[in-house]
């Protein structure tokens, strides 16, 4: 999360100037020659057409929460009515100031310009608002009083002073917000005010142990933690607007040196955080999803919701990529109302910002983010709150990459999906078939030298990296390439990826992360490639300049801690080189590989600074000191009758 050009406290310098555009949402318009100029003009509208209110809204145990409103002048003028779109944000609602207004409201331009009456609210414990502020504030299902409030209540509390005291207000209120936003607006499904009437939890916070933030598969994802906590920080008195902070100076443009050179996970308080930073040691203290996760997973209290939600993701989310998802086929369990899934080619908060025809090296012919605000996301809300449109939604909305083109499904995933399986096999084969003959192949695991998640020299982790070329780990002895012949027809594979690893370790914990690939064939045209540029991890999409002809495009990948192949709750050691087998989902995709391109399955045990490195010793990674490390030989197991495999729901 960063984008803003501004210095505040608690936040990162970049990362909170995105939240600040994202928080109101970004323009739509094509790029002027002049940005200034024209956020200048968006500006001028915002002030021209709306008026803007500052309230204390008072909480049922006596917190007031501050909340800037603006509203269509018109209400005053001529009576005009309006429902409100609303966001929660522990990202601060700046501007702060009664004459004082942001370039854009809304989820974009086109819902200022359209009107609606908006809504921002700092959470409570942040900047203007009253009370102490938790990340991902644990629900609290029985209410015992006005003592008892959680995020939910909040939101209830707010809605229900907002329909009473906001002139020229409908009683209609919808919400949205992307990221910890998103967190927010998935909470007001929880006994949710009569009011509500539509929800867009968008690249959500869904479950930080289970797939989002903080672990994948009880891998800790170190880069993206550090950055985050290390400017983010709770504020140490009460309500205030954010102060100007200088962001963290890491000393080189080489972030796989620096985590490198940091050592041992636990030098990183030692160092940096001495232990000044709460969340940083929740996270590192509970490496197992112990009840301080489960206390956060909102997804496991979405049940009996009434609003119509919309739930968005990118297929390429370096953060939350498995939040909208699980909410999704949880809700679709236990919520049988309007509930929609809306997934595209984009990085975290990708749909909000820029036209979302590249990420990267990969150019997906068409102005995805465009559409997607145009065509879904203003038609949603304009149904639900003002009733145009016909409410003729799809179940799922999804990009599919490869052949680059919107789908729209009754089911998701699709029903004429059907499982296919690709078998590991001898000599880096993948084959359709189950090999008849068994093998092994293995590689030596050294922590001291891990993978890393990127071919070149970057600081964070990049917001295009979830489509980098992996030919330079395909070069590497401690990297496992499987591949199938060239393809003589298209494969369109659609939801969830299965993975089926048998393996063994001379350790008695080891990684092992899986990556899926789409291989361009050797002749493949540079026209995909948009040419260089930079971008943080949150932010516009970058580019290098990469040939295109037998790229490795990642497609979906994910770390797994072996410790955890039994269960999360309770990690267990390996038996030292017994083989053992490890089964995981990747997140879903919406991809087709095309005729003459092969797939390809990587298998490795380190993805750094991405993952934290694993000993390969059972021990407690936090407090690993460095003789805890040690090398490892890591045996993948295929072919026969119970080798290694991958499982993919393929559409004839």
């Known amino acids: 999360m960063r984008k803003v050009l501004v210095l505040i406290t608690l936040t990162l310098l970049t990362w909170v100037a995105l939240t600040s555009a994202q928080d109101r949402g970004a323009a739509t318009a094509p790029a002027p020659t002049d940005p200034a100029a024209a956020a200048a003009a968006r500006a001028a509208f915002i002030r021209e057409t709306y008026t803007k209110f500052d309230y204390r809204i008072p909480m049922r145990d006596g917190i007031k929460l501050f909340t800037s409103v603006y509203i269509p002048k018109d209400v005053f003028t001529d009576g005009a009515r309006y429902p409100m779109m609303m966001q929660r944000t522990g990202y601060s609602i700046a501007p702060y100031g009664i004459d004082k207004y942001p370039n854009n409201l809304g989820p974009s331009e086109l819902f200022a310009r359209e009107k609606f009456i908006f809504v ?54 919808g919400v949205w917000g992307i990221s910890q936003p998103g967190f927010y607006a998935t909470a007001t499904l929880i006994d949710s005010h009569p009011a509500l009437v539509a929800v867009s939890p968008q690249a959500p916070v869904t479950d930080y142990y289970m797939g989002d933030d903080v672990y994948h598969n009880g891998a800790f994802m170190l880069a993206h933690r550090f950055s985050f906590y290390m400017n983010f920080r709770d504020r140490p008195d009460g309500p205030e607007p954010p102060k100007p902070s200088l962001p963290f100076d890491y000393g080189t443009p080489d972030g796989y040196d620096f985590y490198l050179r940091l050592g041992p996970l636990a030098n990183a ?15 590192i203290g509970h490496t197992a999803y112990d009840q301080e996760w489960q206390g956060r997973a909102i997804w496991k209290y979405l049940k009996n919701v009434k609003p119509a939600v919309m739930l968005v993701g990118g297929w ?87 052949l680059n083109q919107w789908r729209k499904f009754d089911d998701w995933p699709p029903k004429e999906a059907r499982l296919t399986d690709l078998f590991l096999d001898q000599d880096g084969r993948l084959s359709w078939d189950r090999p008849a003959h068994a093998g092994v192949e293995e590689y030596l695991s050294d922590p001291a030298k891990p993978v890393p998640y990127v071919g070149r020299i970057v600081q964070g982790i990049l917001n295009t990296y979830m489509t980098e070329d992996q030919r330079f780990a395909d070069r590497r002895p401690d990297v496992l390439t499987f591949e199938t012949e060239p393809l003589d027809h298209d494969v369109s594979v659609f939801g969830p990826l299965q993975v089926d690893l048998k393996v063994a370790t001379s350790g008695t914990d080891s990684d092992f992360d899986v990556k899926v690939i789409d291989v361009f064939p050797g002749d493949y045209p540079d026209y995909n490639n948009p040419g260089p540029a930079t971008g943080p991890s949150f932010g516009p999409p970058s580019a290098s300049a990469v040939p295109m002809g037998g790229y490795e495009e990642l497609i979906r990948g994910e770390p797994f801690r072996g410790k955890f192949r039994k ?37 490795q045990s380190s993805w750094f600074p991405l993952t934290d490195r694993n000993p390969q010793k059972f021990v407690e990674i936090p407090t690993a000191s460095a003789a805890d490390f040690q090398k490892a030989t890591e045996r993948v197991y295929v072919g026969g009758s119970d080798g290694s495999r991958l499982q993919l729901r393929v559409v004839p």
């Open 316 to 402: 390429y989310d370096t953060e939350d990529p498995q939040g909208f998802l699980r909410q999704f086929h949880f809700m679709e369990e236990n919520t049988p109302p309007a509930v929609m899934l809306v997934a595209g080619p984009w990085n975290h908060g990708g749909f909000a910002f820029g036209d979302g025809d590249r990420l990267g090296n990969i150019n997906f012919a068409s102005k995805t983010a465009d559409y997607y605000r145009e065509h879904i996301e203003l038609p949603f809300f304009l149904y639900y709150l003002k009733g145009k449109g016909d409410g003729k939604f799809p179940k799922a909305w999804v990009f599919q990459t490869g």
């Open 567 to 603: 269960s999360f709750e309770k990690p267990v050691p390996f038996v030292p080189d017994q083989p053992d087998r490890i089964t995981f989902s990747l997140p879903d995709v919406a991809h087709t590989w095309r005729q003459g391109h092969r797939i390809m399955v990587q298998v």
């Open 269 to 283: 308080d030692t160092k940096y955080f001495h232990r000044q930073q709460a969340m940083w040691e929740m996270n």
């Open 120 to 173: 921002y609210q700092d959470v409570r414990g942040r900047y203007m608002s009253e009370g102490d502020f938790v990340t991902i504030r644990p629900p609290k299902p029985v209410k015992n009083g006005p003592k008892d409030t959680d995020e939910s209540t909040d939101t209830y509390d707010t809605i229900e002073y907002l329909v009473k005291h906001v002139a020229g207000n409908t009683g209609r209120v």
